[in-house]
């Protein structure tokens, strides 16, 4: 069973950069068929799809994210970071790690963690 656990700062400064880390046990990120990502969802909105890493390392972004977005990974740690730059209150949201399964069709969520944005 994999599980997603997200780190990061709760308060991020307007133009700067938000940077979240996932620490995935249960699994291995450069397991077959799985991705891992970030979904975000901002107060009174649903859930937007921010962008994944599969487990080969490619990768893949949301369109209206994607100039600012870049995941990365840390295959050491079995880690994967977001960073999402020039930053807005906007960007205020809870953010979720993600993981899913392509093989047998399961997603794996983290609890989320709030990021605010403001000076």
């Known amino acids: 069973q994999v599980q997603l656990q997200e780190s990061g700062p709760g308060l991020v400064k307007p133009s700067q950069t938000l940077s979240l880390t996932c620490t995935v046990s249960?699994?291995?990120?450069?397991?077959?068929?799985?991705?891992y990502g970030w979904i975000r969802q901002s107060p009174g909105k649903g859930l937007e799809w921010m962008g994944a890493?599969?487990?080969?390392?490619?990768?893949y972004y949301g369109p209206s994210l994607k100039s600012r977005t870049s995941i990365l990974r840390d295959t050491s740690k079995n880690q994967f970071t977001l960073q999402l730059s020039s930053v807005t209150p906007e960007d205020t949201a809870v953010y979720y790690c993600?993981?899913?399964?392509?093989?047998?069709?399961?997603?794996?969520w983290g609890k989320g963690t709030l990021v605010t944005v403001s000076s």
């Open positions: 993600h993981s899913k399964d392509r093989h047998y069709g399961m997603d794996y």
């Open positions: 249960g699994g291995s990120i450069t397991t077959n068929y799985y991705y």
């Open positions: 890493i599969a487990y080969s390392g490619t990768t």
